[in-house]
């Protein structure tokens, strides 16, 4: 028997989900049976069974009438009693950036400058002569004691320089606002005492001027320059086979969290194309939604191939420009109206001018394209509400444009209540929040905090549609711990939560991971619940997400992934 439906829900609940179905006598080519599925679109009632054939959703409902649906054809799925729901949907990340930091060293458990030291003397010595040595996600805050010889927190390049004497190194931290590069880095990219910071850049020095080989936010370049060069003089089939290997590695790793579709969110045109070739090749099983990202000069030839919509049913589809308001919080990037509460002298950062993506938005326009702006700050988030309202001359059209904006993570209480009426998408990520929560006050004070920080329920509740999504590799792409930080505002281990009036309920952070992603991508029709007739984007779960205590959410283990019907991913 199955207590579950005994203990939460009506049979009459449930035979709504399978009324929804069409009455076909057509055959079913795979049936999940055993299951509790949760259809997402018609709220918290349970199916307990799927047909599939050709790749989507035949029908939904009770194993009875599923059942029919069997031939000595049909593959049986048993679902073990286990949570079904629609594929979970990344609503903003960076596919190919992941793919290449899940080829890097993690650093992410290092508890010490030493052993960050030995990781890359290990890695160091098994590495081709020359060869670059790339890492990510070292934090100085794990670890458990700073280094003896350190400057401003952080320790300098000597020890890591003396384990890695000819290979250049590079160590993202955990933010990609900062980076550690030893002497051999330095030296290609010519650092000496004399280079100066670059502007909106720092490069971290010791008493005698010399850099340590911390290079926070534009000074980053300098390395980051010096280490693409290298690998701009590889032969041009070298170099695809590589990206093509970092995407197909960070599809895996989508899959193995339930992801089916990946909202990418802004590639040059050339990635683009790469990523269009793999997907018509079948190379490529996740569904991308990808973003055009360009300086406003390429983009207008780029402009003339778009849109490409959901090209050959793979999956593949570019209606979207993305371009950038404003920087960071942490780093003091994002454009505030009000200065920081701990830099009164700074306001943040416009960093694309307005005259731009005015220009951006009247391309998107013509073309028939969405666009989508990355705003952080309130001043950023209302420079983009206006550019989005007086870029159309009828409301109903911009209603109809689904424009998105990034993060959205600080609004002015004004503001709040524009998503909804203008029917501008907050396309935020969940564990951000959770992220920035130690240091937002500090930058925003507490009144800012409270009243606009991250406020997906002040938004739900003025009829705007929350997305959800990561930011990876900035965040892991794990959806379960976004999904946490959406329900709890809070880290597991944290005791207290960020203005917890501001959480989701379960259902909405359901929806936002996947029905409303599905909607800022134009693909309600087709993804996001499991209906008839939607693609057979499914994934099958070891506990139910509905019902499971918050805090066993981010333990979430992924059982199985099916893309268009087929397995992709099989948990153990
Ligand atoms: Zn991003």
């Known amino acids: 028997m199955k207590p579950f439906y005994h203990l939460a829900f009506s049979c009459v609940l449930f035979s709504f989900c399978f009324l929804l179905s069409c009455t076909t006598t057509e055959m079913a080519d795979k049936i999940i049976f055993n299951a509790q599925v949760f259809c997402v679109e018609e709220g918290e009632i349970f199916a307990e069974a799927i047909a599939i ?16 649906k069997r031939n000595n054809n049909t593959e049986m799925i048993d679902a073990d009693g286990n949570f079904v729901m629609p ?7 960076h596919l190919l950036m992941m793919g290449e930091s899940l080829a890097q060293l993690n650093l992410n458990d290092a508890e010490s400058w030493e052993e960050i030291v030995n990781l890359v003397a290990a890695a160091t010595a098994e590495a081709d002569p020359g060869q670059w ?3 990510n996600s070292w934090h100085q805050d794990k670890w458990l004691d700073t280094p003896a010889d350190g400057i401003d927190g952080y320790p300098t390049h000597h020890s890591l320089s003396s384990v890695s004497p000819d290979h250049p190194v590079l160590l993202y931290h ?12 330095m030296e290609l990219a010519d650092i000496n005492k004399n280079t100066p910071n670059p502007d909106g850049g720092l490069i971290r020095r010791d008493a005698e001027g010399e850099a340590i080989g911390v290079f926070e936010e534009t000074a980053m370049g300098l390395i980051r320059s010096a280490y693409t060069k290298e690998r701009e003089s590889w032969p041009v089939a070298d170099w695809m086979a590589q990206k093509k290997a970092w995407i197909q590695r960070a599809e895996q790793e989508a899959f193995s969290y ?3 579709s990946f909202h990418d969110l802004g590639l ?10 793999m997907a018509a090749s079948g190379e490529l099983d996740i569904s991308v939604f990808a973003m055009v990202r360009e300086p406003i000069r390429e983009l207008e030839r780029s402009i003339a191939y778009l849109p490409i919509i959901n090209e050959g049913e793979t999956g593949f589809t570019v209606r979207t420009v993305k371009a950038f308001v404003d920087g960071a919080l942490g780093s003091y990037g994002a454009l505030l109206l009000e200065p920081y509460s701990d830099q009164p002298e700074t306001y943040g950062q416009l960093v694309t001018s307005i005259e731009v993506l005015e220009e951006m938005a009247n391309l998107c326009i013509e073309n028939g394209l969405q666009f989508s702006v990355h705003a952080i700050g309130d001043s950023a988030n209302r420079i983009a509400l206006d550019i989005y309202e007086a870029a159309f001359d009828h409301a109903e059209k911009l209603k109809n444009a689904r424009w998105r904006i990034e993060h959205a993570q600080h609004l002015h209480p004004d503001d709040i209540p524009r998503f909804g009426e203008l029917g501008i998408l907050a396309s935020m ?5 959770v992220s920035d929560a130690p240091f937002v006050p500090t930058r925003l004070g507490e009144k800012r905090s409270r009243d606009g920080a991250y406020v997906w329920r002040s938004l739900i509740e003025s009829g705007a549609r929350i997305n959800n999504g990561t930011d990876v590799p900035v965040e892991s792409i794990d959806p379960f711990e976004s999904l946490y930080a959406s329900v709890a505002r809070k880290k597991p281990q944290a005791e207290k939560s ?3 009036e501001q959480k989701m309920t379960r259902l909405e952070a359901l929806q936002s991971y996947t029905i409303n992603n599905a909607f800022a991508a134009f693909e309600e029709k087709t993804k996001g619940s499991i209906k008839s007739g939607k693609r057979a984007d499914i994934i099958i779960l070891d506990r139910n997400l509905l019902i499971c205590p918050d805090e066993d959410l981010p333990n979430t283990q992924v059982l199985k992934t099916l893309v268009g019907g087929k397995v992709v991913f099989s948990g153990s």
């Open 53 to 68: 054939k050709d790749g989507k959703i035949l029908q939904v409902g009770s194993e009875e009438h599923i059942m029919v």
């Open 429 to 433: 990520q969940g564990i951000h929040c």
């Open 133 to 135: 040595i790339v890492g």
């Open 87 to 93: 594929g979970l949907i990344e609503g903003h990340g």
């Open 498 to 500: 960020f203005y917890p």
């Open 174 to 185: 955990a933010s990609y606002h900062a980076l550690f590069a030893n002497a051999k880095a």
């Open 258 to 260: 339930g992801i089916t």
């Open 268 to 277: 040059p045109w050339e990635d683009l194309k790469l990523l269009r070739s």
